[in-house]
């Protein structure tokens, strides 16, 4: 595995970013259940598409931009022996999936750096059936040592409007650590 890879996965899976982020707890407290097909949008390393492949035993897609990430997450299932997460590759703005093909669809400090974030929203509630949740964890716009530049940031009020203009409304808000917001939406 090259050193840049690694490192990114050793700061995904740090212990004090599992602590933070909950994965399990946290999809509990969004409705996540048993019978229930998932998207983890911007995947990363996986920590909350293993983690709903503990909850529920339907399909849970892990999308990303990065194929070592994909590869990283298609050998970690084989060594696990999980058989529930498959793994896509996101290219471009649109959502390689059907509409109404998820139940949840979660990203996790991911909404920063997509550029048309409008048009995520938009995507999302494409692909996800009627009612559906998505559960988003973004960066508290405020100056930290770590995570993206401060002007990348999304307030949280900035991400309910996207929500509300994409045909979501807010359901549960959460708070993760000092630097850390969560908003879990309901498709309208």
Known sequence: MEQNLENQI?????????????PKETLLKAGLTAGMAVA?????????SFAAAEITNETIYALEVNIKMLEFIDAKCRESKINNICT?????DNINLPAYSVDMVIMSNVLH?????????NEVNRILKNNGRLLLIEWKRK?????????KRID?????FLGSGAGFSVTDEMEFGKNLYGIVFRKM
């Open 156 to 160: 949280k009020k900035e991400a309910v």
């Open 143 to 151: 100056r930290t040592d770590n995570g993206p530049h401060f002007e």
């Open 88 to 92: 896509v590759e996101i290219n471009g």
């Open 113 to 121: 750096n997509i550029e048309n974030k409008a048009l995520e929203f």
């Open 40 to 48: 983890d949008i911007g995947a990363g390393s996986g920590i909350f």
């Open 10 to 22: 050793k700061k995904l899976e740090s212990p004090e970013r599992i602590a933070e982020l909950k």
